[in-house]
């Protein structure tokens, strides 16, 4: 039986203040700009994938930013239109869409239910400037990555990366996907989910390309794990990015069990140690960067 339903709609107003972030373009209108969303409208739904779409009255607008439940995306804009899924959680969603020129920032904000399971696993990987390719690279553990005698084979981890968008034990990788074209430079985002992740140690890297005279930018990724239950963890990195070519790790998720996990973030927490992170953590996290920069661990 589907789950009933609660509405609410409201132009001009959102859940959360409004924020300008540096590096993100704003329009030339010296009127605020009015968004206006077409989908979703009096909705709820059993699809995992929730279509935001809409315009802003200023076409010069470009990207706006969309928050689905706290995660946020930069979308681009065609003439002031705007449309993309995004993952819908399990129960009440909340999507806020802002637009930003030089007269101020205006919103948009609908709200409802989604009957579907939620995602144990989830990351999105967006950047702050257009034009950049910041691939998002995922390393799953699987059965042979702890050896009989206790250490670690990171040759042995499932990449899951823009060639490889699927892994054997169920994790999968959408592009970045806007007006129908498929993993083009700009702000993304790139998402990863996994429905049923396993025991062990998950890497999350990005791998910097810019393109033109795009000197750097700024990566953003959203991490949550076990959505929508009493474990629920949540952790948002940001990471500049400046030499084409790097790859860094932004963060790991170690999962013990079907609730609980731990999220390690380098250069902001102390570092793990014991079960299950590896002896030679440092090593391990060298071999991975090695692969992706090499292009092995296919």
Not at 59 to 75: A, C, E, F, I
Not at 266 to 292: N, Y
Request: hydrophobic share 40%.
């Amino acid at each position: 039986m589907l789950a009933w339903a609660v509405i609410v709609l409201a132009a001009g107003a959102a859940a959360e203040k409004p924020s300008r972030e540096v590096g993100i373009p704003t329009g030339k209108g010296a009127q605020t700009p009015v968004v206006t969303l077409s989908a979703p409208a009096g909705w709820w739904t059993v699809d995992r994938m929730l279509l935001v779409e809409g315009r802003v009255s200023d076409p010069t607008v470009d990207p706006v930013q969309v928050s689905v439940n706290g995660d946020r995306y930069l979308l681009r804009t065609a003439d002031g239109r705007f449309s993309r899924r995004f993952p819908a959680a399990s129960g009440r969603n909340v999507v806020v869409v802002t637009a930003t020129n030089r007269g101020g920032t205006g919103s948009a904000q609908a709200s409802g239910y989604a009957r579907v399971p939620g995602v144990p696993l989830k990351a999105v990987l967006t950047s702050d400037m257009d034009g950049v390719y910041t691939d998002l690279h995922v390393y799953e553990p699987t059965r042979d990555t702890v050896r009989p005698n206790g250490s670690f084979d990171p040759s042995k981890m499932q990449h899951v990366w823009w060639l490889h968008t699927a892994s054997p034990s169920g994790g999968t990788l959408l592009l970045n996907e806007q007006n129908g074209d498929f993993d083009q430079p700009g702000y993304g985002p790139y998402l990863y989910v996994h429905r049923a992740p396993q025991k062990g140690l998950y890497l999350f890297a990005t791998n910097y390309w810019p393109s033109g005279d795009k000197p750097h930018t700024v990566a953003m990724l959203d991490l949550t794990v076990f959505e929508g239950t009493a474990g629920e963890l949540r952790r948002r990195v940001r990471a500049p990015l400046a030499t084409p070519g790097t790859t860094r790790v932004l963060a790991w998720v170690a999962i013990a069990d079907a609730q609980k996990a731990t999220v390690y973030v380098p250069g902001q927490d102390p570092e793990p140690s014991g079960p299950p992170w590896p002896r030679d953590f440092r090593g391990v996290a060298a071999a991975i960067l090695k692969q992706v920069d090499s292009g092995m661990g296919e």
